[in-house]
């Protein structure tokens, strides 16, 4: 029996991953599997080099960088890496090319989970809920007042999308019945078909940046989109315009956010990212009233994380059987 299991493909899970794709990669009788059995401490990089040698496939959630000491240490066995995410920032996807090494990540499956979450941290941070709440709680509550925690409405405004994709169009389907007045988006070039299912309108980053009354951010991190929230682009928002980011924490340059939002030269912002990740409690932004920062969440629904899990053990047999996957990367 040892000897028969010995023959299957081995693989390393880099975190516990929720039950549907441990029971997939259980239940396929296609691999042996070794897991970092914990969800609350990511494995250390010294064990996780030490356990990927030689193993044929990797499971793998952001939190792991994959780059070329690790794929070196796993080496020339490992054909297939599958990660528990869309982003794919956390991979080296020049070295995975180098060796021929296929990779799956989980698209679509968070889509509604992540839009949903930004539109409740969009309101959030525009309606300044938290303030509101620590309010309440801490006697702050006196006399009803006329312009005490005003906030910015979506009625009328208009919602910038920075990268339209899946989730851009699916935030702007769940804000359009709050009746915003236009959708407007920049990406490197027109998505006109995309556009037309929110009927967007597609504008320089500089416009997106003077007309959008709420900016939300979309896009992958990559060398270009790196620090692109920068001060120049917050020097072109409007002293009302509310910030959201739920992409990538580098995407943003924090000290010339922290500078927008300390001076009044934007309302507010809404994170569900930073740089690192957990940012340090002893962070400049989290001093202040008018940012509200999220643990990294936008896609943790038991529905959500299930699927990415059962996507990212499918794309993995998949790739160990040479077959397509559901969802592949094209290197
Ligand atoms: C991803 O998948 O990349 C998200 O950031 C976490 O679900």
Redesign the pocket.
């Known amino acids: 029996m040892q000897r028969e299991m010995s023959t299957l493909p081995r693989v390393y899970i880099t975190r516990q991953i929720p039950p549907e794709g441990l029971k997939i990669l259980r239940e396929s009788g296609q691999v042996q599997f070794e897991l970092w059995d914990s969800d609350d401490v990511p494995v250390p990089r010294k064990e996780l080099l030490q356990k990927v040698k030689g193993v044929d496939g990797l499971v793998c959630v952001?939190t792991e960088k994959i780059d070329a000491e690790l794929l070196d240490a796993a080496g020339p066995n490992l054909k297939v890496l599958s990660t528990?995410?869309?982003?794919?920032d956390h991979l080296s996807l020049e070295e995975l090319k180098k060796r021929g090494i296929r990779v799956g990540?989980?698209p679509d499956v968070?889509t509604d989970s992540?839009a949903e979450l930004t539109v409740a941290l969009l309101l959030t941070t525009s309606r300044r809920l938290i303030e509101a709440t620590h309010e309440a709680k801490t006697g702050g509550w006196g006399t009803w007042r006329t312009l005490w925690l005003c906030g910015y409405e979506l009625a009328n405004s208009t919602v910038g999308i920075f990268g339209l994709g899946r989730i851009g169009i699916a935030i702007a389907e769940r804000l359009a019945p709050f009746k915003v007045k236009k959708f407007i988006y920049t990406d490197v070039a027109p998505r006109p078909e995309l556009a037309s299912i929110i009927n967007a309108e597609y504008v320089s980053m500089d416009e997106l940046a003077k007309q959008s009354d709420f900016l939300a951010m979309c896009c992958a991190l990559t060398p270009e989109t790196k620090e692109i929230c920068n001060k120049d682009m917050f020097s072109k928002m409007k002293n009302t315009s509310i910030f959201i980011n739920?992409?990538?924490g580098g995407v943003v340059n924090q000290e010339d956010l922290y500078e927008a939002l300390s001076t009044g030269q934007i309302a507010a912002a809404g994170l569900d990212?930073t740089v690192p990740e957990p940012l340090p409690t002893s962070h400049p932004l989290f001093t202040l009233k008018n940012c509200v920062i999220l643990p990294?969440i936008?896609?943790?629904s038991y529905t959500?994380?299930n699927a990415?899990s059962a996507l990212a053990a499918n794309n993995l047999l998949l790739g160990l059987r040479g077959e397509s996957m559901i969802k592949e990367l094209k290197l």
Request: charge should be positive; aromatic fraction near 10%; glycine fraction near 4%.
């Open positions: 952001l528990m995410s869309v982003g794919f990540y989980t968070l992540v739920t992409s990538r990212v990294h936008a896609s943790a959500t994380r990415m």
